[in-house]
């Protein structure tokens, strides 16, 4: 899991093994293999860190 802050300052985990895309609009919106769509203060570049960090620790 990895740890992402809504607008509102909100912290949250999300499985960054559903995440389908992520696309900024200016806001960063992460859309999930769900349908799902969450909108987070992390620019899309902290977020593409944080899932190859996630990945990184899970396969060393």
Same mark, same amino acid.
């Given at each position: /899991?990895?740890?992402?802050?809504?607008?509102?300052?909100?912290?949250? !985990? %999300?499985?960054?093994? !559903? #995440?389908? &895309?992520? @696309?900024?609009?200016?806001?960063?919106? %992460? =859309? &999930?293999?769900?349908?799902?769509? #969450? #909108?987070?203060? @992390? =620019?899309?570049? @902290? /977020?593409?860190? !944080?899932?190859? !960090?996630?990945?990184?620790?899970? &396969?060393?």
């Amino acid at each position: /899991m990895i740890e992402v802050t809504r607008l509102n300052g909100t912290k949250i !985990l %999300i499985n960054p093994d !559903l #995440i389908e &895309f992520v @696309e900024e609009t200016p806001d960063t919106v %992460i =859309s &999930f293999t769900t349908g799902r769509k #969450i #909108i987070v203060k @992390e =620019s899309r570049q @902290e /977020m593409k860190n !944080l899932v190859k !960090l996630y990945r990184k620790d899970i &396969f060393t």
